[in-house]
């Protein structure tokens, strides 16, 4: 166990990608400053809907555009104005995270698409949590996608659609009359029940974490559920351990290193590191990853909130609630999907067969 822990897929080690991630936050910055946040948050909408437009003729990329701008523009409202409620917050953040992860039942491409308006939805509740983001944000990612389009549309005459040959990919999973997946056999399907536990347990980590903190980020339980929560019961409980004790660890440098410097720029270095180790690590070792995520964090918070640590017991306390959410849901559709399975074979004195677990999110 200790070894898989440490291993490191140094075949999906990410240097350049970190670079670049490093490079997109200073942009990001400087554009703020300039700016405002409104118009870097259109811009990432405008780029998150180009990346999600898929391939195919011109006509079915517009239509895939249009149906993400239009989830994206409604659930950040929806989360631009609900972020002061738990209870509401809790409901746009579960509803968001349930009709997204379904997209995985139609296509790897709707899939990503959808993990990418989830994480929308969550850096929009954050933000707003913490009254940061202006009314602009109710919009931009509306404005953002129908300037996406709209760009894609001029490319598209100037070289006449020779950008979009492939055909869209073919639904993964959950196909209905027609070979084509529908609404009702996936909300039926092994992946539709893992979403909608998954969603459930999405409301009690959100209330539960604006119950601990109103001042930090109150969806760190929730970010923990959704990221360890998978389909398998053996690869939750695997990557619950990566992600606990990376934490913890993480938690711990992280205190000691503010404790001992005690200045902006170490810290900043240290904020720097994280999110470049972070980003390198996060596919070749998950518990690596959160190590790096944990120290960036923690030092971004104590630059942002006047040198105050942004209570490391929390980020603990919320990220085992996390955990445990994420187990025992995991336990409670390995106990409802065998179960259904049984009915399902039983009148055929087989062992049946229903569209196997594939709601591998990105982050599996």
């Known amino acids: 166990m200790f070894r898989q822990l440490v291993a490191i897929d140094r075949s999906k080690l990410r240097w350049g990608l970190a670079a670049l991630a490093l490079v997109a936050i200073v942009v990001c910055v400087a554009?703020?400053?300039?700016?405002?946040?409104?118009?870097?948050?259109?811009?990432?909408?405008?780029?998150?809907?180009?990346?999600?437009?898929g391939k195919g003729t011109l006509g079915s990329r517009f239509a895939y555009m249009a149906i993400v701008t239009v989830f994206?523009?409604?659930?950040?409202?929806?989360?631009?104005?609900?972020?002061?409620?738990?209870?509401?917050?809790a409901l746009v953040l579960a509803v968001a995270a349930y009709l997204t992860g379904l997209a995985y039942g139609i296509s790897r491409a709707a899939g990503s698409a959808g993990y990418l308006?989830?994480?929308?939805?969550?850096?929009?509740?954050?933000?707003?949590?913490?009254?940061?983001?202006?009314?602009?944000?109710?919009?931009?990612?509306?404005i953002g996608g129908a300037i996406a389009m709209a760009l894609v549309g001029i490319v598209a005459l100037v070289t006449r659609g020779r950008a979009f040959p492939a055909p869209l990919e073919e639904p993964v999973a959950n196909a209905g009359a027609g070979g084509k997946a529908t609404f009702g056999s996936l909300v039926t399907s092994d992946l539709g029940i893992w979403n909608l536990v998954r969603a459930v347990l999405i409301v009690f980590a959100v209330v539960i974490g604006y119950s601990l903190t109103t001042d930090l980020d109150?969806?760190?339980?929730?970010?923990?559920?959704?990221?360890?929560?998978?389909?398998?019961?053996?690869?939750?409980?695997?990557?619950?351990?990566?992600?606990?004790?990376?934490?913890?660890?993480?938690?711990?440098?992280?205190?000691?290193?503010?404790?001992?410097?005690?200045?902006?720029?170490?810290?900043i270095v240290v904020m720097i590191i994280g999110a470049f180790g972070a980003v390198a690590f996060y596919s070749a070792n998950y518990m690596i990853y959160a190590f790096f995520l944990t120290n960036a964090v923690l030092s971004y918070y104590w630059l942002a909130v006047d040198h105050e640590m942004s209570g490391p017991g929390i980020r603990i306390v919320d990220t085992l609630i996390g955990i445990a959410l994420a187990i025992g849901g995991v336990a409670i559709v390995t106990l409802i999907t065998k179960r259904r399975h049984a009915q399902i074979a039983a009148p055929h004195g087989g062992t049946g067969s229903t569209s196997s677990q594939q709601a591998t999110s990105a982050d599996d």
């Open 117 to 142: 308006l989830l994480c929308w939805v969550l850096v929009v509740l954050i933000g707003q949590s913490r009254d940061e983001y202006p009314g602009a944000t109710s919009v931009a990612f509306l």
């Open 31 to 53: 554009l703020e400053a300039l700016t405002g946040v409104g118009f870097v948050q259109t811009s990432i909408a405008a780029v998150l809907v180009v990346l999600t437009g």
């Open 72 to 89: 994206g523009g409604v659930l950040g409202f929806l989360a631009y104005v609900t972020a002061e409620n738990a209870w509401a917050a």
């Open 218 to 267: 109150p969806y760190w339980a929730a970010i923990v559920l959704l990221i360890v929560f998978l389909p398998d019961l053996g690869k939750t409980m695997f990557k619950a351990i990566q992600r606990g004790v990376g934490t913890i660890v993480g938690v711990l440098t992280a205190t000691g290193l503010i404790a001992a410097f005690d200045a902006d720029p170490p810290m």
